[in-house]
């Protein structure tokens, strides 16, 4: 037997012989041969493809006497087994074709309104060691998308520098994305300080250059890489390929005014009751005094917005309006792109009583004497019923940010030009209205998150580092009322549900809903029909029931005018014969004999986090 895929040391016979005899007594022979040392090959060629092994078998039959048997019957059978143990290789050269999965990430979350800024000057690095000698081929696809849906694509295809091509034991190579496109640098050793090969590739027709990526404002962006072997290598035992990417700062940009907020809100938990009753009552003046250092090459200012939602439109513009809309088509229910928002900051437009609103208010405040004039109230439009305010927007607080006091330029023995020499510093005290810090007290969700407001480079381009840097100190100056500091916090009620505008169904059963704040242990709970009424006219739905903040509804009289009230029968003033405890709804409520008409925000499971106070 020869063995023609293992060609023995120099000096050795190219064939193994089995130099026995069988004989018909149905022994099992075996041997094993070693072949350390030996040469895998391909008898086919070195540029064949390999399917099975070879071996050539030579058998005779030694001179002897056999009675060949003429009736039919077996004459006997021989049977060879071969078996190929492990191998071990110290290398294997080959000709390889072999891709590896793709591999694909996505980077969501990237800052809406990041737009009119152009990255002139930055560039992105992979830096790959390799020690396997085979043609290893990168391909990386990276891909952005614009909150518009429109896409930018940078296409990366490189060829990793191959040690036996330099006669060394691993190499490096650099695969440099700029402006200009992509440039591979390949060098010799991984400790070579100057490269030996380098190509550079500009983008393909339809795809752009990294600078044009990033410039582009993409809101996500999807990466997919994948790496193959295709040529003749060798793979020896021990060998790796591996690296890093990098972004390569200071980086050259130049920016037109911009504005964006972060993507990261801050929910603030509602505060406790006790809490909540000292600042409403005790506080008279709010004052904040702000030191900026601006160390980045910009300046502007930084507003810090408050909502009653985890979503904040960048500006009230009807074009960012539209975005803001397909962000809650995407992310909440009951929203599609065919919506449409407004804003109302007028009061006036907001009151139920008056003959030009028709806008239901009350999931987002409990009563309408809680709207301040000047906060930003989101409404959802409604072309066959009410429209719906669905979250108000309003401004804290805003810190500027100085222009920086110098900037390095091209005679500077240090640093870049365009990059900050001298931070800027500025330092002032501004009133805070007492009203909008009243909203952070208010019952029910908050959310918080930076919006920034650049001014822009005026046409020339500056350098962005890891060393820019805003710090921001402030402290804030409270004037209390010592009596509102020092009274217990009274026991409160809160109507939720219905709380005015809503349509029920007479005959249908509903679950009426309020928030207690305090120790009320039992409630009486009424309703009424028509404006301006008297006690004698409250109807009784239940009185001195055990209070869990709920109770089962069924009503039978149809009117447009209906409100309810909930009370605590024991907190009852005796000198002025009021009720300190109790709410009632908001506005007037609409029970039909019909079907009833949904408002958009306004469904009876639904527990609104709106505002309240005794009324």
């Known amino acids: 037997m020869n063995f023609r895929n293992f060609v023995p040391p120099s000096g050795s016979m190219d064939s193994v ?89 996505n980077i969501a979350g990237m800052p809406t309104g990041f737009s009119g800024m152009a990255f002139t000057g930055v560039s992105f690095e992979f830096d790959m060691i390799n020690s396997i000698d085979l043609p290893v081929q990168l391909d990386v696809d990276m891909v952005g998308y614009n909150t518009l849906g ?195 900051n007028k009061c006036a437009r907001l009151n139920p009583d008056s003959s030009a609103a028709d806008v239901y208010i009350f999931s987002v405040m409990n009563d309408f004497s809680e709207c301040i004039d000047g906060v930003v109230y989101l409404v959802k439009y409604n072309s066959t019923g009410k429209d719906t305010v669905i979250s108000y927007v309003d401004t804290l607080l805003k810190v500027i940010l100085p222009e920086p006091a110098a900037y390095y330029s091209d005679t500077s023995t240090v640093g870049h030009p365009g990059q900050v020499a001298t931070p800027g510093v500025v330092s002032y005290t501004s009133v805070m209205d007492t009203n909008r810090l009243f909203l952070l007290t208010d019952y029910g969700d908050h959310y918080i998150a930076p919006r920034f407001h650049l001014n822009g480079s005026n046409g020339k381009s500056v350098y962005l580092t890891s060393e820019d840097y805003i710090d921001i100190r402030t402290f804030m100056i409270f004037r209390l009322s010592s009596t509102g500091m020092i009274e217990p916090a009274p026991d409160e009620i809160i109507m939720l549900y219905p709380n005015g505008g809503e349509t029920l169904t007479s ?79 908001g506005w007037y409520f609409s029970v039909t004999g019909g079907r009833a008409a949904k408002i958009a925000g306004a469904k009876s499971d639904t527990r609104y986090s709106g505002k309240g106070f005794n009324k």
């Open 17 to 105: 012989k089995v130099d026995t005899a069988l004989y018909r007594d149905y022994a099992t022979y075996s041997k094993t041969f070693p072949i350390d040392g030996y040469t895998f090959s391909n008898p086919a060629g070195a540029d064949s493809a390999l399917s099975e092994l070879v071996i050539d078998l030579t058998a005779r039959l030694r001179a002897q006497t056999a009675y060949i048997p003429l009736d039919g019957s077996e004459l006997g059978n021989l049977t060879i087994n071969v078996e190929v143990e492990e191998l071990h290789f110290a290398s294997l050269e080959a000709n390889i074709i072999e891709s590896f999965p793709t591999s694909t990430q």
């Open 150 to 344: 429109d896409s930018s694509v940078v296409e990366v295809r490189a060829t990793i520098a191959k040690p036996s091509t330099y006669g060394s034991d691993s190499t490096r190579t650099i695969i440099r994305m700029s402006k200009i496109g992509t440039t591979v640098l390949s060098y010799a050793t991984t400790d070579a300080t100057t490269w030996t090969d380098s190509i550079t590739t500009p983008p393909s027709e339809g795809t752009s250059t990294i600078v044009d990526l990033l410039s582009f404002n993409p809101s996500v962006m999807i990466v997919r890489s994948s790496a193959r072997i295709d040529g003749r290598g060798t793979i020896v035992g021990g060998a790796t390929i591996g690296g890093q990417y990098r972004m390569v700062a200071p980086f050259e940009v130049m920016m037109e005014p911009m504005t964006f907020i972060s993507v990261n809100e801050t929910p603030i938990p509602e505060m406790a009751h006790d809490v909540r009753s000292r600042i409403r009552s005790s506080l008279v003046y709010a004052e904040l005094t702000s030191t900026v250092t601006n160390s980045i090459p910009i300046s502007g200012e930084i507003s810090i917005l408050l909502s009653n939602k985890n979503l904040f439109p960048l500006d009230t513009t009807q074009e960012m309006l539209s975005i803001f809309r397909d962000s809650l088509a995407v992310k909440e229910s009951g929203w599609s792109a065919t919506d449409s928002l407004y804003v109302i």
């Open 507 to 585: 005959g249908n059963e509903y679950t009426i809903k309020w928030k207690t704040y305090g120790t009320v242990s039992t409630i009486d709970v009424d309703y009424v029909i028509g404006s301006n009424p008297s006690e004698s006219d409250w109807e009784v739905i239940t009185s001195k029931e055990n209070n869990i903040d709920s109770l089962s509804w069924t009503p039978t009289e149809e009117s447009d005018s209906v409100r309810i009230r909930i009370r605590d029968p024991n907190s009852l003033n005796e000198k002025t014969g009021k009720y300190k405890t109790e709410d009632i709804s």
